[in-house]
């Protein structure tokens, strides 16, 4: 039996964001063959997700087998939840973007309750 595994060549995408301990820099990727079959069903791409983490969001683990968490943000007038896995390659540690969605009641519950108080634009 054989089977094939489609390589995956990764095109980092870079994040800088101020926070008040100083400069944090964050790398992501994601399949994007997959972000463009999430955009017509949930309207937007990973690439315009992963700005989720330039605002302020809720993180919780999510899954064990892969350890994966699910960031709850804000981007624009969306509630998000994006749903990503902490990986590692040559150049050290990236974020991967697995999968997102509008958020639930519930996670906007969350999201509400834990960011009370705080300035949440992204």
Same mark, same amino acid.
């Given at each position: 039996m054989s089977s094939c595994i489609?390589?995956?060549?990764?095109?980092i !995408?870079?994040?800088?964001?101020?926070t008040?301990?100083g400069v *944090? @820099?964050?790398r #992501?990727?994601?399949?994007e063959?997959?972000?463009q079959?999430?955009?017509p069903?949930?309207?937007? !791409?990973?690439?315009?997700v992963a700005r989720v983490?330039?605002? *302020? @969001?809720?993180? #919780?683990?999510?899954?064990?087998?892969?350890?994966q968490?699910a960031a709850i943000?804000?981007i624009?007038?969306?509630m998000v939840t994006?749903?990503?896995e902490?990986?590692r390659?040559?150049e050290?540690?990236?974020l991967?973007l697995?999968?997102y969605w509008i958020?639930?009641?519930?996670?906007?519950?969350?999201y509400?309750?834990?960011?009370?108080g705080?300035?949440?634009q992204?």
């Amino acid at each position: 039996m054989s089977s094939c595994i489609e390589a995956h060549t990764l095109s980092i !995408t870079v994040i800088t964001l101020m926070t008040y301990n100083g400069v *944090v @820099t964050i790398r #992501l990727d994601w399949d994007e063959k997959k972000s463009q079959l999430l955009k017509p069903k949930r309207g937007l !791409t990973f690439d315009q997700v992963a700005r989720v983490f330039k605002g *302020v @969001t809720v993180e #919780l683990v999510k899954n064990d087998d892969p350890l994966q968490f699910a960031a709850i943000g804000v981007i624009g007038a969306r509630m998000v939840t994006l749903m990503f896995e902490e990986r590692r390659d040559e150049e050290g540690p990236y974020l991967w973007l697995v999968t997102y969605w509008i958020s639930t009641a519930s996670e906007r519950e969350i999201y509400e309750g834990e960011t009370k108080g705080l300035n949440r634009q992204d």
